[in-house]
């Protein structure tokens, strides 16, 4: 499956803004789909996930209540909508896909990875 991110950008602190990740290829309602960010000077880290039917979502602590993820399988995408952002939420956002059902919440268990979308908050 190929993933593509978009929807980054420059936000102030308060501000919102919706990430969406389009699938193509392969069987998408198969996979547990799952947002990842990386900011500058350090590791990955998980944001958030959601299964493939789509009725168990799971989210960082830093990022829950503030941010959510949904999917879509008519058009084979999965948002993340990002609400009351933080100076400290300035990463490149990924989307990625896997098909394994277990231990989700490490970017070891994603096989296929999008190219990433930046975003930006203003303090």
């Known amino acids: 499956v190929q993933l593509q991110a978009s929807g980054g950008g420059l936000v102030q602190a308060g501000g919102s803004l919706r990430l969406s990740c389009a699938a193509s290829g392969g069987t998408f309602s198969t996979y547990v789909m799952g947002w990842f960010r990386q900011a500058p000077g350090k590791e990955r880290e998980f944001v958030a996930r959601i299964s493939a039917s789509g009725v168990s979502t799971y989210y960082a602590d830093s990022v829950k209540g503030r941010f959510t993820i949904s999917r879509d399988s008519t058009k084979k995408t999965v948002s993340l909508q990002m609400d009351s952002l933080k100076p400290e939420d300035t990463a490149v956002y990924h989307c990625?896909?896997?098909?394994?059902?277990?231990?989700?919440?490490?970017?070891?268990?994603?096989?296929?990875w999008g190219q990433g979308t930046l975003v930006t908050v203003s303090s």
């Open positions: 990625a896909a896997t098909i394994r059902l277990l231990n989700t919440l490490v970017a070891d268990a994603y096989n296929y």
